[in-house]
């Protein structure tokens, strides 16, 4: 399995802590990875340390429509900062599950997950989901909460742009 695919996986997982580790071992190796570099990026923009100047270094020729207007969207996270409450480690999945654990309820984890969704956080909020759906009785989410139905899609997207950011 390559770097790239063991830090796309912690972040699908949830693992945000584990996925930053991989990503900056990644940029030590290979300064220039613009997906790692996004990653990284995206994770500070998350949490309200983006500088512009760092955001500036992710410009590239040929990127794809979709890395463009992510970029935009790190621009905005730069310029007008509106982090999750908390640090990055707070949000990790496994924080989460150790604060969470005795939540016998889904609502705890569904808005937890739709922090992290509305975030951009995907992998934490899917992992949320599976532990909301995890404490309701079987048939409670024939109609999940309306955040989750767009949430796969997200997911894949966020990680199959910081895959290819030309495709």
Known sequence: ?????????????????????QY?????????????????AWLDGIFGTLTLDRLDRLRRPDLSDAAERALEALRGMAEY?????????????????ARGHEEEYSSWWEAHGKSAAKA???????????????????????DPPSWTHSLPALLDAHLALVADPFA
């Open 1 to 21: 399995m390559t770097p790239h695919n063991r830090a796309a996986d912690a972040w699908r997982d949830g693992h945000i802590v584990a996925a930053r580790r």
């Open 81 to 97: 900062p509106t982090p999750l409450e908390g640090e990055e480690s707070d949000w990790d999945i496994e924080a989460l599950r």
């Open 120 to 142: 951009g956080l995907y992998g934490v909020a899917d992992a949320c989901l599976e532990e909301a759906e995890r404490r309701e009785p079987s048939g409670a989410y024939w």
């Open 24 to 40: 900056e071992a990644i940029l030590a190796s290979d300064p220039g990875d613009w997906g790692a570099g996004f990653q990284v």
